[in-house]
């Protein structure tokens, strides 16, 4: 009788579960298809960056591109202007007799283009360069590689008002340690007073403060290239010189990509260097700081000024980097470890 009941339970649920089964079958569930829920993923993750960018970027300088256009009067009031504050910007480029930098041959306008220019200059050929280097040094487990590198970083992680104020006391004519080393080398008594002195410094600031930001980011690059490669190179009798440059180079390349594009974004976005260590005295106005100054100064005309500069620097220079960034970038092809 066990027997008995025992199979017609397995059958009685046997029974249920295909009752289960074709009840399913007549109404199935709707599932999203794959595609879908990563569409939708997207989507959602894409919210929040895209609203930020309308709220903070879009609604913010709309008004500036409008402004660019116009001219500002007294009263508040702006009026259409078309490109004449374009054409404003290029005649005093070209034929601003403004001088007040001793130069006979150099304008202020164009002195703040090349002093905005030179930032590019020297991020890329001098600060990287040594960067590379001190990075590819301290990745061979020198003694105290890591104490180095904190070293290097400190500047990052000290506010920039206080760095600012630190390195410009290192050259002051009463208590600075520099002075006399400076004077020595042939600089004026006042290094941040007269161009191209001032500017000089204001460049040896920005290496000196961005040399730790570099390290550590190509330091992260270089310590990520698999050990095999330089195991490789040693038993080609590959020495530094041939390793560096035929090993870590391309391995790392799309990281030097990187910062070669953030020093040349530079020419553009740096200002707060040169307002803390001179307030622009000295002709070290860059495209940036002259922008700065011109919107504090909260007059429409000044405001419409800034607005052409900045528009017209960034359709002239955005395509540049954009180049620089295309054929940099097919240098080295294909790097994946």
Same mark, same amino acid.
């Given at each position: 009788?066990?027997?008995?009941?025992?199979?017609?339970?397995?059958?009685?649920?046997?029974?249920?579960?295909?009752?289960?089964?074709?009840?399913?079958?007549?109404?199935?569930?709707?599932?999203l298809?794959?595609?879908?829920?990563?569409?939708?993923?997207?989507?959602?993750?894409?919210?929040?960056?895209?609203?930020?960018? /309308?709220?903070?970027?879009? =609604?913010?300088?709309i008004?500036?591109?409008?402004?660019? =256009?116009?001219?500002?009067?007294?009263?508040?009031?702006?009026?259409?202007?078309?490109?004449?504050?374009?054409?404003?910007?290029?005649?005093?480029?070209?034929?601003?007799?403004?001088?007040?930098?001793?130069?006979?041959?150099?304008?202020?306008?164009?002195?703040?283009?090349?002093?905005?220019?030179?930032?590019?200059?020297?991020?890329?050929?001098?600060?990287?360069?040594?960067?590379?280097? =001190?990075?590819?040094?301290?990745?061979?487990?020198?003694?105290?590689?890591?104490?180095?590198?904190?070293?290097?970083?400190?500047?990052?992680?000290?506010?920039?008002?206080?760095l600012?104020?630190?390195?410009?006391?290192? =050259?002051?004519?009463?208590?600075?340690?520099?002075?006399?080393?400076?004077?020595?080398?042939?600089?004026?008594?006042?290094?941040?007073?007269?161009?191209?002195?001032?500017?000089?410094?204001?460049?040896?600031?920005?290496?000196?403060?961005?040399?730790?930001?570099?390290?550590?980011?190509?330091?992260?690059?270089?310590?990520?290239?698999?050990?095999?490669l330089?195991?490789?190179?040693?038993?080609?009798?590959?020495?530094?010189?041939?390793?560096?440059?035929?090993?870590?180079?391309?391995?790392?390349?799309?990281?030097?990509?990187?910062?070669?594009?953030?020093?040349?974004?530079? /020419?553009?976005?740096?200002y &707060?260097?040169?307002?803390?260590?001179?307030?622009?005295?000295?002709n070290?106005?860059?495209?940036?700081?002259?922008?700065? &100054?011109?919107?504090?100064?909260?007059?429409?005309?000044?405001y419409?000024?800034?607005?052409?500069?900045?528009?017209?620097?960034?359709?002239?220079?955005?395509?540049?980097?954009?180049?620089?960034?295309?054929?940099?970038?097919?240098?080295?092809?294909?790097?994946?470890?």
């Amino acid at each position: 009788m066990n027997d008995i009941d025992v199979n017609t339970n397995l059958e009685e649920d046997k029974t249920n579960l295909n009752a289960r089964a074709n009840a399913f079958n007549k109404h199935p569930q709707k599932h999203l298809s794959r595609k879908t829920r990563d569409y939708i993923f997207v989507i959602i993750m894409l919210f929040y960056p895209i609203l930020q960018f /309308v709220i903070t970027w879009s =609604f913010v300088n709309i008004n500036s591109l409008m402004h660019a =256009f116009q001219y500002g009067r007294i009263d508040g009031t702006y009026e259409w202007a078309g490109f004449d504050q374009f054409a404003i910007i290029f005649d005093d480029l070209f034929n601003s007799k403004l001088n007040t930098t001793g130069v006979s041959w150099l304008n202020n306008t164009s002195v703040i283009l090349l002093n905005s220019i030179g930032f590019a200059f020297i991020t890329i050929f001098i600060s990287l360069p040594l960067s590379l280097l =001190f990075s590819y040094f301290l990745s061979k487990k020198m003694p105290l590689a890591n104490v180095f590198r904190a070293i290097f970083f400190l500047p990052n992680i000290i506010p920039v008002v206080a760095l600012a104020f630190a390195f410009a006391m290192g =050259f002051d004519s009463t208590y600075g340690y520099l002075y006399d080393f400076m004077r020595w080398l042939g600089f004026s008594d006042k290094f941040f007073g007269v161009w191209p002195t001032s500017q000089i410094m204001v460049y040896i600031y920005c290496i000196w403060a961005g040399l730790g930001y570099n390290v550590i980011l190509l330091s992260g690059a270089i310590g990520r290239i698999p050990k095999e490669l330089f195991e490789s190179a040693k038993l080609d009798h590959a020495g530094y010189f041939k390793e560096f440059f035929h090993v870590v180079i391309p391995c790392i390349w799309p990281t030097i990509v990187t910062l070669v594009i953030l020093g040349m974004t530079n /020419v553009l976005t740096l200002y &707060l260097q040169p307002l803390l260590l001179t307030n622009g005295e000295g002709n070290t106005y860059t495209i940036s700081l002259d922008i700065f &100054l011109a919107t504090a100064s909260y007059s429409p005309a000044q405001y419409c000024s800034a607005a052409a500069k900045g528009l017209l620097c960034s359709a002239i220079w955005a395509p540049v980097i954009m180049l620089v960034r295309h054929f940099m970038s097919k240098k080295y092809q294909g790097v994946d470890y």
